[in-house]
C-alpha cells in the first residue's frame, strides 16, 4: 500500500525557516518523481515544488522561489522541502504527493499533510 | 503561467441530480494533461479523472470528463451523498502546475 507520512510543521516567527520531511513507503520511491503542495486554511491547492526522480532536477512556484528548497534521499525513502525567510502567506497545510509516472502526469496518491503557521 | 477558472464556484444540488462543473484555461491545454482531483473537509485530495477523460482506478463510473483546448467539463451523471465535496482542475502539461481555484458541490 502507497503511504505518504508528512512531519516536521509547526508554528514558525516570519523570517524563520523549517524543514519539511515525507516519508514514503509501499512503492519505489527512487522511481517517482515527487511534489509539494500547499493548502491555506480555507482555501484552494497551490503547486509548491517539484523533484524528479533522481533529484537533479526541481521547479519552484514563483511565490517560493529563492526561499524554499526541495530535496530527496532515494536511500531513505523521504521527500524534504526546506523553507527558509518564512512569511505569514506561507501558512497552510503542506502536502506532498507522488506523480503517477515519468513527467507530465497527475498526481495520483497523496499524504495527509502538515501544518505550517508563520506567526508573530 | 496557465490560469485556470472554474464555474460555478459553489453548486447546490441534490442526491440524485447531475451536476457539472467547468474549468477554463487562459490558454489552450492538451487534454493529455488536464486532470479534476475531490477533496472532502479534512482530507487529502484524491485523483478522480486524468488525460481530461480517463477514470483513476477504483473511481466510479458516474463521474465522466471531457473537454479539449480550453474548455474542459467534470460531470457526476447522478449524485451520491459521499460526492458531495469540492473539486479541482489541475494542468500538469506546463510549469508551473496549476489548480483552479475549486468548485463546492453542496447538498441543497
Known amino acids: 500500500e502507497v503511504q505518504l507520512v508528512e512531519s516536521g510543521g509547526g508554528l514558525v516567527q516570519p523570517g524563520g525557516s523549517l524543514r519539511l520531511s515525507c516519508a514514503a513507503s509501499?512503492?519505489?520511491?527512487?522511481?517517482?518523481?515527487m511534489h509539494w503542495v500547499r493548502q491555506a486554511p480555507g482555501k484552494g491547492l497551490v503547486w509548491v515544488s517539484r523533484?524528479?526522480?533522481?533529484?537533479?532536477?526541481?521547479a519552484y512556484a514563483d511565490s517560493v522561489k529563492g526561499r524554499f528548497t526541495i530535496s530527496r534521499d532515494n536511500a531513505k525513502n523521504t521527500l524534504y522541502l526546506q523553507m527558509n525567510s518564512l512569511r505569514a502567506e506561507d501558512t497552510a497545510l503542506y502536502y506532498c504527493?507522488?506523480?503517477?509516472?515519468?513527467?507530465?502526469?497527475?498526481?495520483?496518491?497523496w499524504g495527509q499533510g502538515t501544518l505550517v503557521t508563520v506567526s508573530s | 503561467e496557465i490560469v485556470l477558472t472554474q464555474s460555478p464556484v459553489t453548486l447546490s444540488l441534490s442526491p440524485g441530480e447531475r451536476a457539472t462543473l467547468s474549468c477554463r484555461a487562459s490558454?489552450?491545454?492538451?487534454?493529455?494533461?488536464l486532470a479534476w482531483y475531490q477533496q472532502k473537509p479534512g482530507q487529502a485530495p484524491r485523483l478522480l479523472i486524468y488525460?481530461?477523460?480517463s477514470r483513476a482506478t477504483g473511481i466510479p463510473d458516474r463521474f465522466s470528463g471531457s473537454g479539449s483546448g480550453t474548455d474542459f467539463t467534470l460531470t457526476i451523471s447522478r449524485l451520491e451523498p459521499e460526492d458531495f465535496a469540492v473539486y479541482y482542475c489541475?494542468?500538469?502539461?506546463?510549469?508551473?502546475?496549476?489548480f483552479g481555484q475549486g468548485t463546492k458541490v453542496e447538498i441543497k
Open positions: 504527493a507522488r506523480e503517477s509516472g515519468y513527467g507530465s502526469t497527475p498526481l495520483d496518491y
Open positions: 509501499g512503492f519505489t520511491f527512487s522511481s517517482y518523481w
Open positions: 523533484i524528479k526522480s533522481d533529484g537533479r532536477s526541481t
Open positions: 490558454q489552450s491545454v492538451s487534454s493529455t494533461y
Open positions: 488525460g481530461a477523460s
Open positions: 489541475q494542468q500538469y502539461g506546463s510549469s508551473p502546475r496549476t
